[in-house]
């Protein structure tokens, strides 16, 4: 079985300033790691993943999340935020062999002008 | 550019109407997945589909059912609908293979059940 917790479930911001999205998970398994952003009235799209190698990835918008395999985390960050950051994020864990991906419960990312 | 649509963006029904909710995917993927969205509780999978005519349940497909007749359709019937289905519902479509795979969403569907 596999499981992902988000325990922050808002996260409030103000511009410019860095930010840490938390992603712990539990799983038997060597596992995949993704981040999706859900912004207001769409869909979700992937915002960065991780299957193997470096345990840094980052996305094209400066968000880079690390995977730790001692503490089961995979902690998303950015810098400096932006309003366009304002959005719905989803941690997501898949592991081999398995198509199903487990989703988080979501956290609120709000930038505060 | 690939797209995953969905036939509605909202919806309101009554109790006890036979709901449809369709997806297109355009990108010739074999799995195709149903989720529903619910503040606090995340993304939950009612049931996914790795092939035409091919199903599998996901954690909550009670009150639910599903039909693959195409490759890129995928649809979500609530053969009675109740007023703890009101939702939002999503769904996604990936390449074949493990957890791996990037999943492809629409933009989702607002159902309301009066």
């Known amino acids: 079985a596999q499981s992902v917790t988000q325990l922050d479930s808002q996260v409030p911001v103000f511009e410019e300033a860095p930010v840490e999205l938390r992603c712990n998970y539990s799983?038997?398994?060597?596992?995949?790691l993704f981040w999706y952003v859900q912004y207001p009235n769409q869909g979700l799209q992937l915002l960065l993943k991780?299957?193997?190698?470096?345990?840094l990835v980052e996305s094209i918008n400066g968000f880079e999340a690390e995977f730790n395999k001692s503490q089961t985390s995979f902690h998303l960050r950015k810098p400096s935020v932006h309003i366009s950051d304002t959005a719905e994020y989803f941690c997501?864990?898949?592991?081999?062999?398995?198509?199903?991906?487990?989703f988080g419960t979501g956290t609120k990312l709000q930038v505060i002008p | 550019d690939v797209k995953v649509t969905q036939s509605s963006r909202y919806l309101v029904k009554r109790t006890g109407e036979k709901v449809f909710l369709e997806c297109v995917q355009d990108?010739?993927?074999?799995?195709m997945f149903w989720y529903r969205q619910d503040p606090g509780l995340g993304l939950r999978l009612i049931y996914f589909?790795?092939?035409?005519?091919?199903?599998e349940k996901g954690d909550i497909p009670e009150g639910y059912s599903v039909s693959r007749e195409k490759k890129e359709r995928f649809s979500l019937i609530l053969e009675s609908a109740s007023t703890n289905q009101t939702s939002m519902y999503l769904c996604?479509?990936?390449?074949?293979?493990?957890?791996?795979?990037?999943?492809?969403f629409g933009p989702g569907t607002r159902l309301t059940v009066l």
């Open positions: 589909s790795y092939d035409v005519k091919m199903k």
């Open positions: 996604a479509s990936s390449r074949p293979g493990g957890g791996y795979n990037e999943q492809f």
């Open positions: 990108m010739d993927h074999e799995n």
């Open positions: 799983s038997s398994v060597s596992v995949y």
């Open positions: 991780y299957l193997s190698g470096s345990t």
């Open positions: 997501a864990v898949g592991s081999g062999g398995y198509q199903k991906v487990t």
